[in-house]
Antibody, heavy 121, light 107 residues
Framework: QVTLRESGPALVKPTQTLTLTCTFSGFSLNTRKMCVSWIRQPPGKALEWLALINWDDDKYYNTSLKTRLTISKDTSKNQVILTMTNMDPVDTGTFYC?????????????WGQGTLVTVSA | SYDLTQPPSLSVSPGQTASISCSGDKLEEKYVSWYQQKPGQSPVLVMYQDMKRPSGIPERFSGSNSGNTATLTISGTQAMDEADYFCQAWDIRTYLIFGGGTRLTVL
């Protein structure tokens, strides 16, 4: 079955760079149409899509955050990595990774359990 | 950029029909998905391609998309349906977008 799990620091300081890893199983990012995205959610607020990487190593970013984000994959480890630079307290929230099948409908059919990141000095 | 707008909250009595709207410019030209999120849990896909239910989602959930508005309808709403609901679409310029979410209260 498909599973995804996020990992990374629970606490980062302002101005630091956040690095999160999504480790998945049950599918391969070498398979055509497979994609993994990162999505975040501040406490009590809405979901916000951050970035996506596909089977062909194409990368898509939230235009508002593009200058701060980098997404990459390590297919040998079944991992997708997100870095977010210049962290600020307003970036505090739960970060999810999720699978998407690029089929024109483009929705997230499997999600990780999320990892809470707090930005504080 | 492309935006999706949802009402912040909706209250229904058990057994009633809940209709949650999601508005966007010419939204009918895009495919809309819906996610249910209960407190402390990850979102769950409950509707995709406007009106298709993933396996395991009860038949009381249905969807539609016409004009500028997509709607998630829950018929015979149950207490277990109390949750936040988010719509989502793909736009060629903005890529993936979520609505602001609707908190459904069943009381």
């Amino acid at each position: 079955q498909v599973t995804l799990r996020e990992s990374g620091p629970a606490l980062v300081k302002p101005t630091q760079t956040l690095t999160l890893t999504c480790t998945f199983s049950g599918f391969s990012l070498n398979t055509r149409k497979m994609c993994v995205s990162w999505i975040r959610q501040p406490p009590g607020k809405a979901l916000e899509w951050l970035a996506l990487i596909n089977w062909d190593d194409d990368k898509y970013y939230n235009t508002s955050l593009k200058t701060r984000l980098t997404i990459s994959k390590d297919t040998s480890k079944n991992q997708v990595i997100l870095t977010m630079t210049n962290m600020d307290p307003v970036d505090t929230g739960t970060f999810y990774c999720a699978r998407m099948v690029w089929d024109g409908y483009n929705n997230f059919d499997y999600w990780g359990q999320g990892t809470l990141v707090t930005v504080s000095a | 950029s492309y935006d999706l707008t949802q009402p912040p909250s909706l209250s229904v009595s058990p057994g009633q029909t809940a209709s949650i709207s999601c508005s966007g410019d010419k939204l009918e030209e895009k495919y809309v998905s819906w996610y249910q999120q209960k407190p402390g849990q990850s979102p769950v896909l409950v509707m995709y391609q406007d009106m298709k239910r993933p396996s395991g989602i009860p038949e009381r959930f249905s969807g539609s998309n016409s004009g500028n508005t997509a709607t998630l309808t829950i018929s015979g709403t149950q207490a277990m349906d109390e949750a936040d609901y988010f719509c989502q679409a793909w736009d060629i310029r903005t890529y993936l977008i979520f609505g602001g979410g609707t908190r459904l209260t069943v009381l």
